[in-house]
Nanobody
Framework: QVHIVESGGGLVQPGGSLTLSCAAS????????MGWYHQFPGRERELVSI???????TYADSVKGRFTIARDDVKKTVTLQMNSLKPDESALYYC?????????WGQGIQVTVSS
């Protein structure tokens, strides 16, 4: 059984920073991409950033230059450093591991950007 757990969310002031972390445990291997998505109320999940097993990274246009994704294949973890956060980026953030066996999601973690 695979467990994906996010951590590091919470409340931050506009312009502040947060680092989200995601860890996988259980029988997980052949991970193609590790990524982060966010979801606003009433809307579908949207891509924030992904890191591929080839070393490439992808970012949503809105976060380029402010967010940095990093994966560790030994520890099977992925982090998302978020800088200069904006109030409209308050959302649930989800971690996704895309593997040979399919995709595994975390339970989501709240990020609130507010003064």
């Amino acid at each position: 059984q695979v467990h994906i757990v996010e951590s590091g969310g919470g409340l931050v002031q506009p312009g502040g920073s947060l680092t989200l972390s995601c860890a996988a445990s259980g029988s997980i291997s052949h991970i193609y991409t590790m990524g982060w998505y966010h979801q606003f109320p009433g809307r579908e999940r949207e891509l924030v950033s992904i890191a591929s097993n080839g070393g490439g990274t992808t970012y949503a246009d809105s976060v380029k230059g402010r967010f940095t994704i990093a994966r560790d294949d030994v520890k099977k973890t992925v982090t998302l450093q978020m800088n200069s956060l904006k109030p409209d980026e308050s959302a649930l953030y989800y971690c996704l591991y895309d593997t040979r066996r399919g995709g595994f999601w975390g339970q989501g973690i709240q990020v609130t950007v507010s003064s």
